[in-house]
């Protein structure tokens, strides 16, 4: 089994400590990749499209973003944890999502992704876990994940985990281990289920690729598609 962590943030607070507390039950039996942000990936998109009109390949952040885009392609499970900013994810997971906008399913989503599991951790002192999660989740939907389980903790306490309270940290404690026992049960030879609202958007995106790819046959995104059968029957989701 194979896990990549992407961690929002150097700082080792309250996010990496329950993020820590997960990955211990996978320790002994996975092998577990981790990239923190920004030092892995310190560029900010700049918005040139090269990544979308000519290649990913040809994005001035390649030495990055492609080493952590091969290791997100070959995990079985995707682990993105980031303490919420004012209300938000960190501007450094923010800027390496944008520069991976090539995976989306209206351009270029791997297959890879349509049979991967994710986990997003997060936490904030008041109520901006969730919409924290939200910003994360959106592009890891897009890029063709079903399967995507939010930690979302609620301090309403201290900001540092050892000045946490005793009951609070007991608390974190056990609901990241409920939730590592959970994932650590299942087992990851087998695919998790494409979901509707997936299967949905890869549809729209079909008619989107197969008009363009009409009227143009050279366009990247379409010939893409057209490539992997995708304008036909086939579906990345099955063998």
Not at 27 to 42: M, V
Not at 111 to 140: N, W, Y
Request: glycine share 6%; with cysteine; hydrophobic share 40%.
């Amino acid at each position: 089994m194979k896990i990549t962590v992407i961690n929002g943030t150097e700082k080792h607070g309250v996010t990496y400590r329950l993020k820590e507390i997960f990955l211990e039950r996978f320790r002994e039996k996975a092998e577990i990749t981790e990239f923190y942000l920004p030092k892995d990936c310190p560029s900010f998109c700049s918005g040139c499209v090269n990544c979308i009109l000519r290649s990913e390949h040809r994005c001035k952040d390649i030495a990055y973003t492609q080493k952590i885009a091969a290791a997100l392609l070959e995990s079985d499970l995707i682990v993105m944890a980031s303490p919420a900013y004012v209300m938000h994810t960190t501007g450094s997971m923010k800027a390496l999502l944008d520069h991976f906008a090539y995976l989306w399913m209206p351009h270029r989503p791997a297959p890879e992704m349509f049979t991967k599991r994710a986990v997003i951790i997060t936490q904030c002192l008041g109520a901006g876990a969730k919409s924290a999660a939200k910003d994360i989740k959106h592009s890891l939907s897009w890029w063709g994940i079903s399967n995507i389980t939010v930690f979302a903790g609620k301090l309403m306490g201290d900001i540092v985990w050892e000045q946490l309270a005793d009951k609070k940290r007991s608390e974190l404690t056990k609901k990241m281990n409920r939730l590592s026992g959970q994932l650590s049960c299942i087992h990851y030879e087998k695919p998790p289920r494409v979901n509707a609202i997936t299967r949905i958007k890869f549809l729209f995106c079909r008619m989107m690729q197969k008009s363009l790819h009409k009227n143009d046959p050279e366009y990247l995104d379409g010939k893409y598609w057209a490539e992997r059968g995708w304008l036909g029957k086939i579906r990345p989701w099955r063998a």
